[in-house]
């Protein structure tokens, strides 16, 4: 059933190049050539690990401490809309202020990241054939394009409420509701209302994706990110 998605994600380089090599390799199913004896259902097993072990490395490295903090692809910073208030706000010194409640935003999605976990599972269980043939004709990050399809509504519902727990007990909302009070004491500036638990569950979304993204590219193209003895099986098999 999802025999051609491990094509993808477990051989190194383009997958429609590496194709044809790989189906004389492995002991496919009737009307495709095999040639290793490769027991399918490993075959199949190795394609669930392939997954499990990517979106469980981006979940482990997103919902740690500094996981978006300190990663600058992904860090949440000030919103687009509030970079006015933040320039305005820091020229007349409230730079730290300013410091703190962008990291209390960052450890709002750290916290909430490893939520993701069961979901992404639940995604890999779901997958069907035809989910496998689209990623495979699809883009080098088309099982990450899969798991934002299937999982984006329920890793919003999941993410929210850690989100909001998270930056009601680090004062966060607090800490947005005092700079705009400071702003609005600024005649230059201009303070607006922001949904924050709002922004932040999306960008925290966004960042976890990107990172899974990362980990899908690792497993097609470095043999040391295959991390378990069957993920090295599967792919040693397909490029004897």
Excluded at 89 to 106: H, I, K, P
């Amino acid at each position: 059933m999802t025999l051609l998605l491990v094509l993808l994600l477990l051989c190194a380089g383009s997958a429609e190049a590496q194709l044809d090599r790989i189906l004389k390799d492995l002991q496919l199913p009737s009307g495709v050539p095999g040639g290793t004896g490769l027991d399918i259902s490993k075959v199949a097993a190795g394609l669930k690990e392939a997954l499990r072990v990517g979106t469980d490395q981006a979940v482990t490295l997103t919902g740690r401490t500094d996981g978006y903090f300190a990663n600058q692809a992904i860090k949440i910073l000030m919103p687009e809309r509030l970079h006015t208030l933040e320039s305005g706000l820091r020229t007349v010194g409230y730079g730290n202020q300013l410091d703190a409640f962008v990291l209390s935003m960052n450890r709002a999605a750290e916290h909430a990241a490893p939520a993701a976990r069961s979901i992404f599972v639940d995604a890999i269980t779901a997958m069907s054939f035809d989910d496998a043939r689209s990623i495979l004709q699809g883009p080098d990050t088309a099982a990450t394009d899969y798991f934002k399809k299937t999982t984006s509504d329920k890793l919003t519902t999941a993410f929210r409420p850690i989100v909001e727990r998270s930056m009601s007990e680090g004062g966060v909302t607090r800490q947005y509701q005092q700079l705009v009070d400071q702003a609005r004491a600024i005649p230059f500036l201009k303070a607006e209302s922001f949904d924050l638990n709002s922004y932040v569950t999306g960008k925290g979304l966004d960042g976890l994706f990107h990172v899974v993204g990362e980990e899908e590219k690792k497993i097609r193209t470095d043999p040391a990110a295959r991390v378990t003895e069957l993920l090295r099986d599967v792919f040693g098999q397909s490029h004897k």
